[in-house]
């Protein structure tokens, strides 16, 4: 009865009349979400008739009622293929100010009209394969960047931005065709990276330095979701960043870079608004060269270092770090670096791993982007491993038990998900410079058999990278309690009794053929499979393995 009461009106009544009723159809279907099929065709036909209203000269908010009725049934894909024609397109176009003929944004009037039309273009796009199409034909993306450099410094005009943004990531996230076409054509990486800007109000103290005021307001809830939106864009943009990077593009990522480190040091409205807002940025440098991530980190200036700082010795002891300090202002420092940026990212990934859910998508972007970080600048790497894998002290527990970042994280290296524990497991190998030895003192051998494993390291050695030769520092109590560490769960254990001491030899002998009998019907039945190391450090087969080394040394006598 909506539908036909509302088309009834559309087609026959005058201005004020449309606007009354469609304002009534927009206040009842607000939440609507799911449709009746029975009413498909009525909708269909209001829609029609909507765009036939659009086309007149009818006051302002006249078309904002309108457009409001068209955004509630574009949620319906079903009704979409009728009204989504290239002159319906252009209509929607021309309202959101998307023709290259508007040169200005001067009416504030206009404003719903533009922000409702915008709306209307993200569900009709996002729901409908013709209108994608159609924005290919259209050249849309372009249209949008041009409406973005109108308003891109002018902040009462935030709605217009989040929307037209929001149609970009649509457009550039179905189409990547489109992806290429704003990083090259539309030069959509400084555009949009200078739409953060804008949002975050950015002030530059040196060429990748912004000023941070810690005591600041946070963003409001506007510029929290520009930006949100700019990143997402940002991240559809540069997906493939890693693979064709040029050192012209340089420049340009270290700007985002620093961008997102401004990012990563302020707050959003509310916590979990904060949490997206960093995610988000988390998520877009990832994309970024490994190389420019050195921006993350700074030297401090001259006035940070002239203020009297707090060593760690004075915080609880589970807070400290070798080298790190504490300025008044609460700067995270380690060797004359500011690492507030990391420590912000370190803390985001505890939290994501303390939700104990959604690992994969909410977990493994920041942990790699850490590992990165760590294996590419040495600075990062030894600030982390301060951080997670601090001197060992106490080494009664299992390294898993506890709750610091470490037993987080090697609870992670058992995980049921393939690609979560590969990735902890890889970030704690990089802390200790890819060397097996000092990783089995943080792990134990049982947590990291894995990785070692798929390593080929299970016979001990180090990685293929290179890192720095500074020699670990064990402390007194490490080096007390070391020979009755157990390697395998890698805690301290009390001796225990050998039970074969009390046995004869015939005992021991029939234990030890008992054993074999045992083995040997479990590998006759395929249940159990002996298996060895080859030559290069991965598993094999028994068989194999002694094969291979039996090549080897025939080879070696050949040789003598």
Not at 33 to 49: I, P, Q, S, V
Not at 179 to 184: A, D, E, G, T
Not at 290 to 302: A, E, F, M, R
């Amino acid at each position: 009865m909506d539908e036909e009461r509302a088309l009834y009106i559309v087609r026959a009544g005058e201005a004020g009349a449309i606007e009354r009723v469609l304002r009534d159809y927009s206040d009842k279907h607000r939440a609507t979400f799911k449709f009746e099929t029975t009413d498909e065709e009525k909708r269909k036909k209001l829609c029609e008739g909507i765009f036939k209203v659009l086309v007149k000269d009818v006051p302002t908010t006249c078309q904002v009622s309108c457009l409001e009725v068209l955004r509630i049934l574009s949620r319906d894909k079903k009704i979409l293929v009728p009204v989504t024609t290239k002159e319906n397109m252009q209509i929607l176009l021309r309202l959101a100010k998307l023709n290259e003929s508007d040169d200005s944004l001067e009416k504030v009037s206009e404003f719903p009209v533009i922000v409702e039309s915008l709306k209307c273009l993200c569900n009709i796009v996002f729901n409908s394969q013709m209108a994608q199409q159609l924005s290919l034909e259209l050249n849309l993306a372009a249209k949008l960047c041009n409406l973005l450099k109108k308003c891109k410094d002018r902040k009462f005009i935030n709605d217009i931005k989040c929307f037209d943004l929001r149609l970009l990531f649509l457009l550039s996230l179905l189409h990547t065709d489109i992806r290429s076409q704003l990083r090259y054509e539309l030069q959509g990486l400084p555009l949009l990276t200078q739409i953060l800007e804008s949002a975050f109000s950015i002030k530059w103290t040196d060429e990748y330095e912004s000023a941070i005021d810690h005591n600041g307001p946070p963003l409001s809830p506007q510029e929290t979701d520009c930006a949100i939106e700019a990143l997402k864009a940002l991240f559809n943009v540069t997906v493939d960043s890693w693979k064709v990077h040029k050192e012209s593009d340089s420049h340009q990522f270290r700007v985002m870079a620093a961008v997102l480190r401004h990012c990563l040091l302020i707050v959003g409205p509310t916590e979990d608004k904060t949490e997206e807002l960093h995610s988000n940025a988390v998520n877009l440098l990832s994309n970024v060269p490994v190389s420019c991530l050195d921006v993350l980190i700074c030297p401090l200036t001259h006035e940070e270092t002239a203020q009297e700082a707090t060593t760690l010795d004075e915080l609880p002891s589970e807070k400290t770090a070798a080298k790190e300090t504490v300025l008044k202002n609460n700067t995270m420092v380690y060797n004359g670096m500011n690492m507030e940026a990391i420590h912000v990212l370190l803390n985001f990934m505890e939290k994501r791993i303390d939700k104990g859910s959604s690992y994969r998508e909410g977990l493994t972007p920041v942990l790699s982007l850490l590992t990165e970080c760590s294996r590419a600048h040495r600075n990062i790497r030894k600030f982390l491993k301060d951080q997670v894998l601090p001197p060992l002290r106490d080494v009664t527990n299992r390294p898993e038990v506890g709750s610091t970042v470490r037993n987080k994280l090697v609870r992670l290296m058992t995980h049921v998900d393939l690609g979560v524990k590969q990735i902890a497991a890889e970030f704690l190998f990089v802390l200790c410079k890819e060397r097996v030895d000092s990783l089995l003192k943080y792990t134990g051998y049982g947590n990291a058999a894995g990785l070692l494993a798929a390593r080929g390291l299970l016979a001990g050695g180090r990685g293929d990278n290179w890192y720095s030769e500074d020699e670990d520092t064990d402390t007194e109590e490490y080096k007390n309690a070391k020979p009755n560490i157990n390697l395998i769960t890698g805690h301290l254990e009390e001796p225990m009794p050998n039970p074969i001491d009390e046995m004869t030899e015939e005992q021991k002998e029939y234990e030890a053929m008992k054993l074999v009998n045992m083995l040997d019907k479990l590998s006759r039945e395929e249940l159990l499979k002996p298996m060895g190391l080859k030559p290069d450090g991965t598993i094999t087969p028994l068989e194999e393995a002694l094969n291979q080394y039996s090549v080897i040394e025939e080879t070696s006598s050949d040789t003598d």
